[in-house]
Structure formats: C-alpha cells, structure tokens
C-alpha cells in the first residue's frame, strides 16, 4: 500500500498536481488558460475593382439582301464608319459581292427565304421610286393642292397600243384612251369613286391605283405563268413587276422563260428577260437596270444564284457578268454551263438599237444598285 502511495505521488507531482493526489485533472477554477497572442501587424489588401455596370455594346446592322446602305456603329468608332473612305467603301463593296456570289448548293449558305410579307412591303417603295423617282406630272391644281397630272411616256404607247394612250399618271400607270373621255361612266374607280384623271389625283389615290394595278399585274402572271407557286418570294416579285412595268402579256411575249419556269427552271425564268427592255423603239439602259436589280434581290434567296454585278451596254450589244460561278438547279445544266464557260457573262442581246453611241461598263454601286 505505501508502494502505490508513493508512485501516485511521484505521478502528481510530475503532473503538478497537488491539491488532489486522487485525480489527474486540475480543479476547474486552476485550469491552465492559454496567454494572449501578442499583436500581428496587419497587411492591407488592394481594393478589389468592381465595375460600374456591364459594358454595352451596339449591334451593328447590315441593311442586305435588299442591297440597301451598310449600317454600321461602333460608339466612339462612328464617325469612321459613317464618313468611310474610298477604300473602305471598295473594300465594303467586294466583301458584298462575295457575300452575295454564293457558289454552293448546300444547307447552311447565306441565301435564305425571304418573308413574303416583308417582299411586298419593300417592293412598294421600289415600285414608287422605279416608276416616278422625279414625280413627273405634279404640280398644284386647283385650291392649291398638289396633284399628279397625265404626261407622255417614254415608251409612249407600249406594248398594249390598242387599249392603253400614251399618257401615263402617278407611279406608271398607263392611262387607258376611255379614262380620257368625258363621261364619269368611263373613269377609273379609285376608292370606291370615279376619277376623272385629267383633274389630277391626289397622292392617296396615286398610289391606291397603283396598288390596284399591283394586284392586277399578280393575278395576271400567277394564272398565265406555269411554275409560279414554286418560285421564291423574290422570283414571283420579279415576274409581277414585269407584268406591271410591260404589261399584262409578258408571259405571251416571252415565250422561253416562261417555258424555263413550267420546267421548273425558275431562276432562268427570270435571266431570259433581261432582254425585256425595249422601249419607244429602242433598247433602254434603264429599263435593264430594273430588271438587274429586281433579280439581285431574288439571288439572295437562292443557294447557288450569284448577282449580276456589272454589264457592258452599247452598239455592239448587252452583255452581263455574274459574279461566281451559277451552281443552282434553278437554272438548266445546259445553260448554266454556257454562262459558266463564258466566264459568267451571258449576251442579253447584240446588234440591237441601244440607247449609246458607244459601249459602256456599268458596275453596282455603293449602294449595290444599278443606276
């Protein structure tokens, strides 16, 4: 017993313990506390940047398959683009050109189906421009009110000489020799009332006649013209505005496009009139330019159909240039490959009456329009 009482107190002793030889535990109120940590010098940190807000950033808007302006802004960068230099603006127009000369028939290409809606829409304002841009025949009539009044057009009669005068009003309208006549009986009815057009027409009739002639020339070609449902928006645009610009027998009086497009040749339709462009007995540069720009529009929407982007008009005849290579099975393999080989000029006519004393090249500009 006094053995184990002395390794005990040898224990406590080791441990320190010495108010308790029974326990090894110091009592609560002498329990060993840790000293204080002496002061650590406390390094400052660098302000952690936060920005005021998430940067913005413009879209940049480019205005094509219409070929209208580039729209572009780039904040601080805007005066650079909106007052570009020659060089940017060749630059702008050959990466157009590219875009618009698609060379493959296959999914995933740039050419793409237009809204048929937003077609209509766009052409009005074309139409307007392509028709009286200079608003020939406005004047003030009576009570001071501006008006469009009959003048003689360029093409005079045109194509439909028994029917039609050589008077023309507002935005092409050819003036029929009976809404020259005295009797009301006789007047073309605009807006449910019958007009006599040699007092004028007001601005909203103007153009609710040409709306009305617009949708005469459509019902025109979409029940002459075989293959019509299978065209693009911009393809049955095309062949609207030719019944509109050159009347109602245009189906009649081009015989092989309107064959391409029963074959199902669509887009060839529309190369095989660019010859459509007589006028008064000769060959009109503008009338051409017409029929270019309405078919750029349609090769936007159509893999493999490049744009016409420049053509050489004189005496020695018409010729066109595509940009690539026409790849499209809109267009027969016989006469895609003939414009092809060719270097992608096509003749649109030779030896006819031009309106030029010398041959000329005219080119898209800026604005990747013909003018």
């Keep these: 017993?006094?053995?184990?009482?002395?390794?005990?107190?040898?224990?406590?002793?080791?441990?320190?313990?010495?108010?308790?030889?029974?326990?090894?535990?110091?009592?609560?109120?002498?329990?060993?506390?840790?000293?204080?940590?002496?002061?650590?010098?406390?390094?400052?940190?660098?302000?952690?940047?936060?920005?005021e807000a998430d940067p913005q950033y413009e879209a940049i808007s480019?205005?094509?398959?219409?070929?209208?302006?580039?729209?572009?802004?780039?904040?601080d960068d805007d005066d650079f683009y909106s007052n570009p230099s020659e060089e940017e603006l060749h630059t702008r127009r050959e990466l157009e050109l590219d875009r618009m000369a698609v060379q493959q028939s296959t999914e995933g290409t740039l050419a793409?189906?237009?809204?048929?809606?937003?077609?209509?829409?766009?052409y009005l304002g074309m139409l307007q421009k392509m028709e009286n841009a200079q608003q020939k025949g406005k004047q003030t009539g009576q009570g001071g009110a501006s008006k469009f009044f009959p003048f003689e057009a360029l093409e005079g009669k045109g194509p439909d000489a028994s029917i039609f005068s050589k008077y023309e009003i507002g935005y092409g309208?050819?003036?029929?020799?009976?809404?020259?006549?005295?009797?009301?009986?006789?007047?073309?009815?605009?807006?449910?009332?019958?007009?006599?057009?040699?007092?004028?027409?007001?601005?909203r009739q103007a153009?609710?006649?040409?709306?009305?002639?617009?949708?005469?020339?459509a019902k025109a070609v979409s029940t002459?013209?075989?293959?019509?449902?299978?065209?693009?928006?911009?393809?049955?645009?095309?062949?609207?505005?030719?019944?509109?610009?050159?009347?109602?027998?245009?189906?009649?009086?081009?015989?092989?496009?309107?064959?391409?497009?029963?074959?199902?040749?669509?887009?060839?339709s529309l190369i095989r009139t660019f010859d459509y462009i007589g006028g008064g007995g000769a060959k009109l540069r503008g009338l051409l330019n017409r029929r270019l720009n309405m078919f750029n529009n349609a090769s936007s929407e159509i893999s493999g159909l490049p744009a016409v982007e420049e053509y050489s008009w004189g005496p020695e005849g018409v010729k066109v240039k595509f940009a690539a290579e026409i790849t499209t099975d809109k267009v027969s393999k016989r006469?895609?490959?003939?414009?092809?080989?060719?270097?992608?000029?096509?003749?649109?006519?030779?030896?006819?009456?031009i309106d030029s004393e010398k041959q000329e090249t005219f080119s898209l500009d800026d604005q990747f329009q013909f003018n």
Excluded: C
Excluded at 62 to 75: C, L, N, Q, Y
Excluded at 257 to 262: L, Q
Excluded at 339 to 350: E, F, L, M, P, R
């Design 173 to 203: 309208n050819k003036i029929p020799e009976e809404w020259l006549s005295d009797k009301p009986e006789k007047w073309p009815v605009i807006d449910g009332v019958p007009v006599n057009v040699k007092d004028g027409l007001t601005d």
């Design 112 to 122: 793409a189906p237009a809204d048929p809606d937003a077609v209509a829409d766009e």
């Design 1 to 51: 017993m006094a053995i184990l009482e002395d390794i005990t107190n040898a224990i406590t002793e080791g441990l320190g313990i010495e108010d308790d030889p029974k326990s090894f535990r110091p009592t609560w109120g002498e329990a060993e506390t840790a000293a204080d940590p002496l002061p650590v010098d406390q390094v400052t940190l660098p302000k952690t940047y936060e920005p």
């Design 335 to 353: 006469f895609r490959d003939r414009i092809n080989k060719a270097d992608g000029w096509y003749t649109v006519t030779s030896g006819a009456k």
């Design 224 to 268: 002459k013209l075989k293959g019509y449902d299978d065209m693009t928006a911009w393809e049955k645009q095309y062949w609207i505005d030719l019944a509109y610009n050159g009347g109602h027998g245009v189906v009649k009086r081009n015989p092989k496009a309107a064959k391409a497009a029963k074959q199902g040749y669509t887009a060839e």
């Design 207 to 217: 153009q609710s006649l040409m709306q009305k002639s617009l949708d005469s020339a």
């Design 62 to 75: 480019f205005a094509v398959p219409d070929f209208g302006p580039i729209d572009f802004s780039f904040g």
